[in-house]
């Protein structure tokens, strides 16, 4: 049985103003009209003997998690949250974990959440040859053939072909390998023993790196067997291993997810599994993989796996242009109309706009940064704020106002609650309206509307089978969400757990910087 782990942490600022905080790429739909976390998930269907995945992603991302997961069917994943993010290498260790403590021994796949590759068969092939040196006791790490010198990636120097496993019987054996990997080249690529990692090189090593035919891009895909990367992480990095394994006795399920102890896996050491343990054991082998893998680290990556135009344009959203080349537009809310470009990133969100030559796409990171700096909100979130609930978006909002759109979910309902510091006006604009306040409750149709005074319990329910819509819209000396105090919820949420932002502390001299 191969086990799926999929790591869904991470922010994605590279691809700023698209990725935020609390959005990340691996939850947009970057390429088509899948998400990249659904897109990872999908590539492996129609391979054999694949259990439900392990998904491990920050506690803050939960509810997008599950919703995608469950809008492309997959029921039996194991969602852990992590209260801190640790590195690749204690994500490894929860999953071995939780795997080797059922009756079987299963092989663990780690996959990256980011990841786009655009042959899906070729894919399969490599992991059909991994699979059957893992289940012999190798740790496969599967290297990118390079195309490039690229300098962005780690590189693996690979060396003398492994021989073929033996022919013994496999417990998790796949009907469909009926020849050894290494004697059939042209159906599985040749394995090979690793020599060394190597950093990111610069521009003339890369290219001896290429040249030489030796060195692989490092794509963070692994497969091993769940007790067999235990027991070398026992000797390597037996810390980690401890820790991880008081966070899981101690932790608890909440809801469809398992959250772990959170003082616990705060004191683990943050490592990746490739300083813990591939950089380390005697029984590392390396898959090549052609399969048109990127890891969309950029919007440069962006534009090179995406559909080109006659003039080599990638064309995303209502854009126009005239006498544009070899350029990237991207537009989310409004229209992008563009004269005499070429070699250039244009990126448009509601509340942002990313200009810059190709060449200077990964300084984006340099503007989040000043942008951090400055507690701007833009970094952390988007307009529409993603809830267990639905979602509510920023129209408005000034120095003691604020305008939302906020969508219910047919069955869904917010957390009985109340604030201290703003009043609220509901208009229902589309769909039912079940409201409590205090210990009334009464229902709301289209057109209808009710006003929530400070400091009054209330509770918005959709009792009916369409989404449910309203304007809100806020007013008091305060707005920020922190400003709550719940009641009850029936997604487990205490008064500031998963609240997305409170107001910045710096803001827009013009315009108030929405709270979310």
């Not at 050491?269 to 950029?298: F, H, Q, R």
């Not at 962006?302 to 006659?310: E, S």
Request: proline share 6%; aromatic share 6%.
């Amino acid at each position: 049985m191969i086990v799926p782990v999929i790591l869904a942490g991470g922010s994605g600022t590279r691809l700023w103003p698209l990725s935020r905080r609390l959005y990340p790429k691996q939850l947009i739909n970057l390429v088509d009209t899948k998400t990249m976390l659904q897109s990872t998930l999908l590539r492996l269907d129609n391979f054999p003997d694949v259990a439900g995945p392990v998904i491990i992603c920050n506690e803050t991302h939960r509810f997008m998690v599950a919703e995608q997961i469950r809008e492309i069917g997959i029921p039996s994943a194991l969602i852990i949250l992590e209260p801190v993010g640790r590195n690749t290498a204690p994500a490894v260790a929860l999953a071995a974990l939780r795997a080797v403590s059922a009756e079987e021994d299963p092989i663990l796949l780690v996959l990256p959440a980011d990841h786009f590759i655009a042959n899906p068969t070729i894919f399969h092939s490599a992991l059909k040859a991994g699979l059957r040196f893992a289940e012999q006791g190798r740790l496969i790490t599967f290297g990118i053939v390079p195309n490039a010198p690229e300098t962005g990636y780690g590189y693996i120097r690979t060396g003398a072909p492994i021989s073929c496993p033996s022919e013994q019987p496999m417990k998790n054996r796949i009907n469909s390998i009926n020849q050894c990997p290494s004697n059939s080249p042209s159906v599985f690529p040749v394995v090979s023993t690793i020599e060394e990692f190597v950093e990111k090189p610069d521009r003339k090593t890369a290219e001896r790196y290429v040249a030489s035919g030796n060195y692989f891009w490092n794509s963070g895909i692994f497969m091993f067997q769940a007790s067999r990367v235990l027991t070398e992480m026992k000797i390597h990095v037996p810390d980690i291993v401890t820790a991880c394994q008081t966070a899981l006795s101690k932790g608890k399920k909440d809801l469809d997810f398992f959250r772990l102890d959170p003082s616990s896996f705060s004191a683990c050491p943050s490592d990746s599994i490739d300083y813990a343990i591939m950089e380390k054991t005697g029984n590392g082998a390396m898959v090549p993989l052609d399969a048109g893998w990127n890891d969309l680290g950029s919007w440069e990556a962006l534009w090179q796996v995406g559909r080109k135009d006659a003039q080599d344009n990638v064309l995303k959203g209502d854009v126009v242009i005239e006498d544009v080349k070899n350029s990237y537009l991207h537009g989310t809310d409004r229209l992008i109309a563009a004269v005499g470009l070429e070699n250039h990133i244009v990126v448009e969100t509601s509340d942002a706009i990313l200009i810059s030559p190709r060449e200077r796409v990964q300084d984006v990171k340099r503007l989040v940064d000043q942008l951090t700096k400055q507690d701007r909100i833009e970094t952390l979130s988007h307009r529409k704020d993603y809830r267990p609930w639905g979602c509510n978006e920023s129209i408005d909002a000034a120095e003691r106002f604020q305008v939302k759109r906020v969508t219910v979910k047919p069955g869904a309902k917010i957390s009985l609650q109340k604030h201290f510091h703003r009043a609220e006006h509901w208009i229902v604009v589309k769909g039912t309206a079940r409201v409590t306040k205090d210990s009334e409750q009464f229902i709301l149709r289209e057109d209808q509307s009710t006003y929530i005074p400070v400091g009054t319990s209330h509770r918005l329910e959709n009792p009916g089978k369409i989404p449910l819509e309203l304007i809100e819209v806020r007013s008091g000396s305060y707005l920020g969400e922190d400003d709550i105090v719940r009641m009850d919820d029936v997604y487990g949420r205490s008064d500031n757990q998963d609240l997305q932002t409170k107001t910045p502390k710096k803001q827009n001299k013009k315009k108030t910087i929405r709270p979310t």
